[in-house]
């Protein structure tokens, strides 16, 4: 017998209430009132799946999470007709949907088939996405969360080949791969990375997107100059949170900074990070693989899981953006510093990340030069790693201040500045590690081409600009 919930609208509570009475293998267990009680009885583990109805007050993503990871599954109900309560919970991620007049033998077997699924944890929103949904006359069809360009909910990726996003990208391409560029404590240079990286690769032909989710410091807008922008990632995560976010609003708040580079900026204040929530990130980088081909992530450097004792479980973590990041993530790149004190803190930092879920990390030493490793000091850095660390592979990137300075200066990638920089070969040559579509033999076309257009978003001097955006500015 499978167990379940109910925590729907009373318009439709007693019909389906009747229904479930009439279904084989099925026990209803509490109808719930509220979404207070739903979480609540969800979490004693006295159910397997949980139906909802789109006007569930205070339903979000973060709830839908809360409920997988004690192993609910989550399946909707909607009344026939209501197109906008079925697309909000596709956005939402349950994938699931039935409708009031499904009959009982329907509701069983798509119940029954979600509680034996076999995906649990923080990834079954997620997963839910490419499940069955109950149809109008009692047949499956396959489900998609996505909505067209026009709207319309419940679009199939396998039809015809619309334009989704501005350019050439389509709905049914490849979801491209995730990046991400973290670091321990002490400014290695993460976001220099991460920026050039995307950078590189966008000259390179490969659609990139820059994802700024550092809650402790993010900085991407002000080294890009976009400092008149507002914070594309808050706004995304909200846009989640409420089930309104598809793959052309992700697209709207990503704006073009140059040709094939899109950034969604981070928050404006370290204080906003209750808005990143680990749910809305993971749907947040979902939605980012359609947007572009590469996605690079600057995360924050914190690895701490700090509210779990807490006892309040809903309570949001500020180093889950960067968690759900590494754990999303196809690639990670491990960003360190050359001098003593930053080596230490590279060989605890890989050693911190290899406890979390993440991908194998590239190792990569930042700011090497002699004065603070000797006269060869990637030859001494390589013998110190491989000895006491048993680090293979590393890889080095030059000391090159004046060329950051410049590129800062002007609110513009070191591809564009300084394209011939010794830095900027060495992150070209790791860009070709991350992605083989990016030869480092191919010239740099951002580079070449960044001083025309701006594409879509506004740049200016950070350092005019800086003194502008006070405590107080909206946002």
Partial sequence: MTSVLTAVTHRAEADFVRVLEDARDLVLVRRCADLAELLSVGATGAARVAVVSPDLRGLDRDALRHLAGHGVRVAGLVLTGDDEGERRLRQLGVATILRLDTGPDEVSAALSGLAGSTTSGAGLAAAQAGSLTAGHQGTVRDGDHLARADGAPGASSGGSRGSMLPGDAEVDRPPGVVTVVWGPIGAPGRTTVATTLAAVLAGAGVRALLVDLDTWGASVAQVLGLVDEAPGVAAAARASEQGGLDVLALARLAPEVVPGLRVLTGLPRADRW??????????????????????????????????????????????????????????????????????????????????????????????????????????AIREVLGRFAGMDGVRFLPWAPDECDAALLAGRTLPETAPSSPLTAGIVQLAAAVDPRASPAAPSRAGRRGHGRRGRARRGSPVAAAGRHGPGEPV
């Avoid at 924050?300 to 180093?319: H, I, K, M, Q, V």
């Avoid at 050359?338 to 194998?360: F, I, N």
């Fill in 274 to 379: 209750p808005e990143l929530r680990a749910a809305a990130v993971e749907d947040v980088l979902r939605l980012a693989r359609r947007v572009a081909d590469h996605v690079v992530v600057d995360v924050g450097f914190c690895l701490e899981d700090d509210e779990e004792l807490s006892y309040d479980t809903l309570a949001p973590r500020r180093n889950a953006a960067t968690l759900a990041a590494l754990e999303g993530a196809d690639q990670l790149v491990v960003v360190g510093a050359a001098d003593p004190v930053g080596l230490q803190r590279l060989v605890r930092g890989v050693q911190e990340v290899a406890v979390v879920p993440s991908p194998q990390p590239t190792v990569v030493v930042n700011k090497v030069r002699p004065s603070v490793a000797g006269a060869r000091p990637e030859r």
